[in-house]
C-alpha cells in the first residue's frame, strides 16, 4: 500500500474551512483513499473514502488530485468537536490492511 | 455510536491476572480486528478473523488470545501481561476482510488498559 504523508498539525478558526491535506504520491491505480479521524482516546471514526472522483457526504469532501498523488480532507465549517487526530489512508482494493501514520492534529479554535 | 462496542471500557490488571476483552459488532459485518494503540504511537493490527476464521497473526505474542465464537462478537484475553502492554485496544469490524472494492472499517470505542 501507498505510504501517505500528513502535516503533523494544523489550526483552525471555528466557523472556517479546514482543509487538511494528504500526498501520496506512490499510490496505484487501484488503491482508495480513506479519511478517519479519532477524537482523543476514542476509536477512529470513518469520515470519507474515494478511488478518482471528488467524493461529498454530510461530514465532508474529498478533493483528489487528478494524478491522484494528493488528496485533501474539508470540513466546510469547522466546530470545536472537530478538533481530532486525522488520518489518511491509502488501501489497495480487496485487502484490509490499513497502515496508520500519525496523522494530522486538527485544532479548532474559537 | 458506530455499531460496535467494546467492554469494559477501562480495565486495570496485575501481571499475574487473567483478564478478557470483549467487542460486539451489530451491523452484520464478517470480518472482525483488533488493534493495539500504544501511547504516541499510530494503530497496529493485532489479529483479523473472516467469517469466525482467523486470518492474521500479526506476530502478537502468546499472552494475548483471541477468540471469535462467531461473526458477532470477538474476545481478547489476557494473561500475564507486562507494563508495556498498557494500551489502547481498538476493536473493528468490517463487511469482509477479502474480496474486491473497498471495505470500509467502523471501530468502538476501545479499551483503555493498565498493567500494573
Known amino acids: 500500500d501507498a505510504k501517505t504523508t500528513q502535516p503533523p498539525s494544523m489550526d483552525c478558526a471555528e466557523g472556517r474551512a479546514a482543509n487538511l491535506p494528504c500526498n501520496h504520491s506512490t499510490i496505484s491505480g487501484n488503491e482508495y483513499v480513506y479519511w478517519y479521524r479519532q477524537i482523543h482516546s476514542q476509536g477512529p471514526q470513518y469520515i470519507i473514502h474515494g478511488l478518482k472522483n471528488n467524493e461529498t457526504n454530510e461530514m465532508a469532501s474529498l478533493i483528489i488530485t487528478e494524478d491522484r498523488k494528493s488528496s485533501t480532507l474539508i470540513l466546510p465549517h469547522a466546530t470545536l468537536r472537530d478538533t481530532a487526530v486525522y488520518y489518511c489512508?491509502?488501501?489497495?482494493?480487496?485487502?484490509?490492511?490499513?497502515?496508520f501514520g500519525t496523522g494530522t492534529r486538527l485544532k479548532v479554535l474559537a | 455510536e458506530t455499531g460496535v462496542t467494546q467492554t469494559p471500557r477501562h480495565l486495570v490488571m496485575g501481571m499475574t491476572n487473567k483478564k478478557s476483552l470483549k467487542c460486539e459488532q451489530h451491523l452484520g459485518h464478517n470480518a472482525m480486528y483488533w488493534y493495539k494503540q500504544s501511547a504516541k504511537k499510530p494503530l497496529e493490527l493485532m489479529f483479523v478473523?473472516?467469517?469466525?476464521?482467523?486470518?492474521e497473526n500479526n506476530s502478537v505474542p502468546s499472552r494475548f488470545s483471541p477468540e471469535c465464537p462467531n461473526s458477532s462478537h470477538l474476545f481478547l484475553h489476557l494473561h500475564t501481561l507486562q507494563p508495556e502492554d498498557s494500551a489502547l485496544y481498538l476493536c473493528a469490524s468490517s463487511q469482509s476482510s477479502t474480496g474486491y472494492g473497498t471495505d470500509t472499517q467502523y471501530f468502538g470505542p476501545g479499551t483503555r488498559l493498565t498493567v500494573l
Open positions: 489512508i491509502a488501501l489497495s482494493s480487496g485487502t484490509y490492511k490499513y497502515i
Open positions: 478473523y473472516n467469517f469466525k476464521e482467523q486470518t
